[in-house]
């Protein structure tokens, strides 16, 4: 069994950076990939970044490559979501999920079987 608990959001102006982090409680932390999600109002939720159960490989979505860094602590059992150059869509409830199977560039959330409460990203203009 694995809880995960985001933190890190807040309401930032365009441009600015925020770092989300998603501590995880439960034996099994090293043994899971680890993904954060995103969803707006109105939309579906969707793949944001990804990390391997070593942290040795990475997956973005292409709205955030190269703005967004993901990462992890396996001795902290945390990971981390760097944002920089924050843009207004980029408002949303930002969740982190986990995925026994190791699939960190899994982009279904149907495949994750944790998932934290969600923390709340606002870019204003």
């Known amino acids: 069994q694995l809880t995960l608990v985001e933190s890190g959001g807040g309401l930032v102006q365009t441009g600015g950076s925020l770092r989300l982090s998603c501590a995880a409680s439960?034996?099994?932390?090293?043994?899971?990939?680890i993904s954060w999600f995103r969803q707006a109002p109105g939309k579906e939720r969707e793949f944001v970044a990804g990390?391997?159960?070593?942290?040795?490989?990475?997956n973005y979505a292409d709205s955030v490559k190269g703005r967004f860094t993901i990462s992890r602590d396996n001795v902290k059992n945390t990971v981390y979501l760097q944002m920089n150059v924050l843009r207004p869509e980029d408002t949303a409830v930002y969740y982190c999920?986990?995925?026994?199977?190791?699939?960190?560039?899994?982009?279904?959330?149907?495949?994750?079987?944790?998932w934290g409460q969600g923390t709340q990203v606002t870019v204003s203009s």
């Open positions: 990390i391997s159960r070593g942290g040795g490989a990475t």
């Open positions: 999920a986990a995925d026994e199977g190791g699939n960190y560039y899994a982009t279904n959330p149907r495949l994750y079987e944790y």
């Open positions: 439960g034996r099994t932390f090293s043994s899971n990939s």
